[in-house]
C-alpha cells in the first residue's frame, strides 16, 4: 500500500474571513495546516477544533522578525508546500484618514513583501513550491473610497506577475497564483450597493480549486472575471463617474 505525503501549506491571516474559511477548506481536504494571525484567541479556537491538522504562530507580519515566526512555523510543521499570503488590513477612507492609508501600505505592501520574499527564496531552495496571495478586483484601477486599498492590490498583482517571471528565469518550479475576489461577506467586503457577494465558504471553495489548479490569475468568484474586463476597458471619463 503506498502511503501519500499529507501536503502542508501555510496561510497568513487565517484568524477570520477568507482566511479562516479556506484555512478549514484545506482541513477538510485533508492538508497539513499552519495558521497565522495577530488575534491569537481566534487561531487557537481553529486549533482546538482541529488538533491533529492544524499548527498556529501568532504574529503581525508588520513586524520586523516576522520570517523567523514563519520558520519556526515551517520547521514545526515538516515542511512547507504552499503559502497563501491573505493578510490584508481595507477599511475605506472617504475622508482620506492618514492613518487608514498608512496602515493599509504597512500591511499590504510592507508586510506582503516581506514574507513572499521570504516564501520565495524557501522555495528557491527547495526547487518548488507555489504562494497564492489574496489580491483583489480592486488592483485593477484606483478609485476614490479606497486610495491605499486599490493601490496595494496592485502592487501585489503586479509583483506576483514578477514572481511568476523570475521563477521561470531560475528555472525552478515555483508557481505563483493571483486570487483576485470581488465582494465576499466579510467585515472588510461591508459596503453599500453590493451585488454579486460571494459567502466566506464559496469563496475558500474557488480559491482551493484556482491553487489546486495552478492558476496564474483566478477571479473569486468566476463570474467577476467579466467585470474585470470591463473594468479594464473603460474609458477614464467613465470609469471616474462610479468610482
Given amino acids: 500500500m503506498i502511503c501519500m505525503k499529507q501536503k502542508k501549506i ?6 477570520s474571513g477568507i482566511g479562516l474559511a479556506i484555512a478549514i477548506e484545506y482541513v477538510n481536504k485533508g492538508w497539513k495546516v499552519g495558521i497565522t494571525g495577530r488575534r491569537e484567541s481566534l487561531l487557537q479556537e481553529l486549533k482546538e477544533r482541529y488538533p ?46 492618514p492613518s487608514i492609508e498608512t496602515q493599509t501600505t504597512e500591511t499590504n505592501v510592507d508586510g506582503f513583501v516581506r514574507i513572499v520574499v521570504h516564501a520565495f527564496n524557501h ?4 526547487g518548488n513550491g507555489q504562494i497564492a496571495l489574496t489580491s483583489s478586483l480592486a488592483a485593477l484601477r484606483g478609485n476614490s473610497w479606497g486610495l491605499a486599498y486599490s493601490a496595494r492590490k496592485s502592487f501585489m498583482s503586479n509583483y506576483a506577475e514578477g514572481l511568476n517571471i523570475k ?9 505563483i497564483t493571483d486570487l483576485r475576489p470581488g465582494f465576499v461577506d466579510t467585515h472588510m467586503g461591508q459596503g453599500k450597493g453590493r451585488f454579486w457577494v460571494s459567502s466566506p465558504e464559496n469563496a475558500a471553495r474557488q480559491m482551493f480549486a484556482a491553487i489546486e489548479k ?13 467585470i ?7 474609458p477614464f471619463g467613465l470609469y471616474r463617474r462610479i468610482a
Avoid at 521563477?167 to 508557481?175: G, M, N, S
Fill in 10 to 15: 501555510i496561510i497568513v491571516g487565517a484568524s
Fill in 214 to 226: 495552478k492558476k496564474r490569475i483566478a477571479y473569486i468568484t468566476r463570474r467577476w472575471w467579466i
Fill in 52 to 97: 491533529d491538522q492544524v499548527a498556529l504562530s501568532c504574529f503581525d507580519v508588520r513586524n520586523e522578525k516576522a520570517t523567523e515566526y514563519l520558520d519556526r512555523l515551517i520547521e514545526e510543521m515538516g515542511g512547507m508546500d504552499v503559502l497563501l499570503y491573505n493578510s490584508g488590513y481595507g477599511e475605506t477612507s472617504m475622508n482620506l484618514v
Fill in 228 to 234: 474585470g474586463q470591463v473594468m479594464k476597458i473603460l
Fill in 167 to 175: 521563477a521561470r528565469k531560475l528555472k525552478k518550479d515555483i508557481i
Fill in 123 to 126: 522555495f528557491v531552495q527547495e
